[in-house]
């Protein structure tokens, strides 16, 4: 997955921010990376982390293993360890998440059970983090916009 959502084009470029596929990948493989040691990336490496595939349980395990190595030569210690949620709410297709409602709701918006469905995996997983109590969100509008869930 290395889709980069129109929300996230102001540094899209440069990468200078971490993409929300990125993101993805990262909760995937149980690491938490912090902005200052993707920052000391090369532009190739965050390309690299962005473009490589983590979804099977291999590719998981060479993406943590790639990610550690780099972080480990940029800045000489490793990324924390992220626990790795087993049922994530982005992957409940079930239900809307209640924190993605009531953040909806706030801006006029009803995200219906028949949309989030419609949704692909990255989508819903950038609503989900967009939508947190403790995430700025400027970008949470912006994201509904894009995915066709506020005019």
């Not at 996230?8 to 690491?31: Q, S, Y």
């Not at 490589?52 to 972080?71: D, K, M």
């Not at 993605?100 to 997983?125: C, D, H, I, P």
Request: charged share 25%; proline share 6%; aromatic share 6%.
């Amino acid at each position: 997955m290395s889709v980069i959502f129109r929300f996230e084009a102001d540094f899209a470029e440069t990468l200078g921010c971490i993409p929300m596929a990125v993101r993805m990948k990262l909760d995937t493989c149980g690491i938490k990376l912090k902005l200052a040691e993707w920052s000391k990336l090369t532009a190739g490496e965050r390309n690299e982390l962005l473009t490589a595939s983590c979804t099977t349980p291999e590719e998981t395990i060479r993406y943590r293993g790639r990610l550690q190595s780099l972080v480990l030569a940029r800045t000489q210690s490793l990324p924390a360890d992220l626990p790795v949620e087993t049922a994530p709410a982005w992957q409940d297709t079930a239900q809307v998440p209640s924190d993605l409602a009531e953040k909806a709701a706030a801006l006029s918006v009803a995200v219906t059970l028949a949309q989030w469905r419609q949704l692909g995996e990255l989508e819903r997983f950038a609503l989900v983090k967009l939508s947190r109590p403790s995430h700025e969100s400027k970008n949470f509008p912006h994201a509904l916009r894009e995915f066709g869930l506020m005019p």
